[in-house]
Structure formats: C-alpha cells, structure tokens
C-alpha cells in the first residue's frame, strides 16, 4: 500500500497516511503459561558444513510469549523443529545483489495503484515511503502520525527521502522494506521468513523465559547490548548507544546461538498474519500462525507479524525489543526502521 503525506489534500493525508502505518503498539488480554509440555533435547545440528553466513537453532520446547503485552499472552509453551538462520538482518549490499541479478522492483519503487485511492490526484500517487520524521519539540506519545511522514521518492536505496543514500552503508541493514519484498529475496537466495515462533525460539538463544535477549541486565548495564532509543523519545535521541539510526550488522555482541540484532536495530518480518489473540489459540508444535490477518486498531488492513524492535525502541513508548514482545506492519508499506533475516530448513533425511 502507498500513502500520500506530502498533498494538498486534508481528506487524502487522513485516508492514506492512516491506512498505511502499521507502527502502533497493540495491547489485549491475558492467561498464565501451559506448564504441561515436558522438555525435550535439542536437535542435533544436521551434518555438512553450515550455509554461509548462518548458524544452526537447535529445535526444542521453550515458553513464548511475555506477560508484559496482551497480544503476547498468554504464555505458553512450543516446540520447533531445528532450522538455520542467517546470523544477521539482510544487508544494503545482500540485496543490492539480488536486485541486480534479478530486476526486482520493491513496493515502495512502484507507483501507487489509482483504483485502491480513487478521487486521489495523480500526483499523490508517486512512488515513495515512510520515514521517521522527529518534531522539533516535546509531543504527547497517543498519536504515532507525530513523528512520521509519508516522503515521496523514499525507497531502499534512499531510505530517509530522496536526498539521501546508501552510499558507505552497505554492511548496514536493508530498510523500506515491504514483507512481499522480503519474500522476494529470500525465495531468491533459497531461503524463507521465519514463523514468529522459529524467529523468538531463535532470539531467547536457550536462555528460558529471560527478560531481554542477553539475559536480565537492564539495558545499558555494564555497556550498551543493543541499538535502541536513549532519551527523551521522539525528540531526543543521546545515542548513549553510538547510533542515531540503524548500525552495521554485527555492532553489537550476538546472542548465544550467535544471532546478531535480534533486539532492536531494526524490525524483522515474519511469516506469519498478525492477530493480537493469535496466542489464545496457537498450536504448540511449529505453530503457523492464524490464516487471516485481524488488528483491531485497524481491522482493514492485512498485518503481517514483526519481531525484534528496533533503534526507536524506547522503554517510554515502544519496550517491544525483548525476545516475547509482537509487532506488526501494513503488509504493502515499509519504513527506515523495518528490514528483515531469513531461515532455511535442512535437508529432508
């Protein structure tokens, strides 16, 4: 889905920038975990070297969820099969290679369909995206419009507008990033999105119902473990961490199954629809997810699930880059803080 932001038209900015943005943080209810599923060893690593740049997840029974948010309630306990997973997010130059080779065009390149906005003046059916736009002073965090604008000519190789580039950036995660986009290039490079349960199995790296990827240090503790928002959010950003934005894959210590970024940095499509009830009703073994997509903040518009925060993580606002806490996006829109990684199945025995 495009948007148009930057138009003359009131009733458009409304209509189009709204449906778009699928930033908001949801909340719904709550149970206690199944405690009933007995654990089980990890597999085995399947023999043969390791795809390049992926490290092994050892399938396994581990709790999901976090108590914290109701849509990731309630907590309950899965078992996935052992996969691969890349080590870390996608890169400027990972998919700068797959456009080449192939001549995709992303969602965010292509024009805006006419017949999904009938009434819109051509104009405010150019290409471009969603870029976070911080204002200039204190604002009130009910209303996520605030501080982020639908820019035109915004895409991957510009991902803050037009003036801007990936020039020196290509160890840097690819962003404006829509989840066809990232199906795309992981069929592309063999590979596939993680389901959500694969994606969290992989982020708690064995650790068992910790509260952050690494463990229980808060963040910052003994140094920063994670690139998310120090300050005053959406205003002030201290970068205590070292960065403003996105950083190089890799810029901070992995988690221990040896996975890069999976707090903060920037979102991680999934496989799977969004639902906020999704956990009341999950399968425990190598859950798919619902089949339809339902958020009842915008129950219009097709969700697909995010994992892993990013660098505007903030414990004010969005604490969501834990390993149990859900996002969820506009399935055709992306933003300068969402990209993705990818898994791979092991050979059939």
């Not at 996520?144 to 803050?160: A, F, G, I």
């Not at 509260?211 to 950003?237: C, H, K, L, M």
């Not at 915008?298 to 699930?305: A, L, Q, S």
């Amino acid at each position: 889905m495009k948007i148009a932001v930057q138009t003359t038209s009131a009733s458009a900015f409304s209509c189009l920038f709204i449906a778009a943005l699928a930033i908001a943080c949801v909340f719904s209810a709550a149970c206690i975990a199944d405690d009933t599923a007995a654990s089980v060893p990890a597999t085995d690593q399947p023999r043969g070297e390791a795809p390049a740049g992926m490290v092994w997840i050892p399938g396994g029974w581990f709790t999901m969820g976090d108590e914290a948010f109701p849509d990731a309630r309630p907590l309950h306990r899965v078992y996935v099969d052992g996969y691969w997973m890349d080590t870390h997010e996608v890169t400027n130059e990972e998919f700068a290679r797959f456009v080449k080779e192939t001549g995709y065009v992303t969602v965010a390149e292509r024009p805006i369909d006419p017949a999904k906005f009938p009434g819109v003046p051509a104009e405010n059916l150019e290409p471009g995206s969603i870029v976070f736009a911080p204002p200039s002073g204190p604002v009130p965090l009910d209303n996520h419009l605030r501080w982020w604008s639908w820019v035109k000519k915004t895409d991957w190789q510009h991902p803050e507008g037009p003036h801007s580039d990936i020039k020196d950036r290509e160890k840097h995660p690819v962003v404006q990033i829509a989840w066809e986009d990232a199906v795309a290039y992981a069929t592309w490079a063999g590979k596939r999105l993680p389901t959500e349960a694969e994606w969290e199995r992989a982020a708690r790296g064995g650790l068992e119902s910790k509260t952050y990827v690494w463990g229980e240090d808060e963040p910052g503790a003994g140094g920063w473990q994670a690139n998310i928002w120090q300050g005053r959010f959406p205003v002030e950003n201290t970068r205590d961490d070292g960065y403003v934005a996105a950083a190089p894959v890799g810029s901070f210590a992995p988690n221990a199954y040896g996975l890069f970024d999976m707090s903060g940095n920037v979102w991680e499509w999934c496989a799977d629809w969004y639902q906020a009830d999704t956990y009341a009703n999950s399968e425990s073994r190598n859950p798919l997810g619902p089949s339809t997509s339902h958020d009842p903040q915008e129950p219009g518009i097709p969700k697909r699930v995010q994992r892993g925060g990013s660098f505007l993580c903030h414990d004010g606002y969005c604490r969501r880059y834990v390993p149990g806490g859900r996002g969820k996006g506009d399935i055709e829109s992306g933003t300068n803080h969402i990209g993705f990684r990818c898994v791979m199945d092991p050979p059939s025995e």
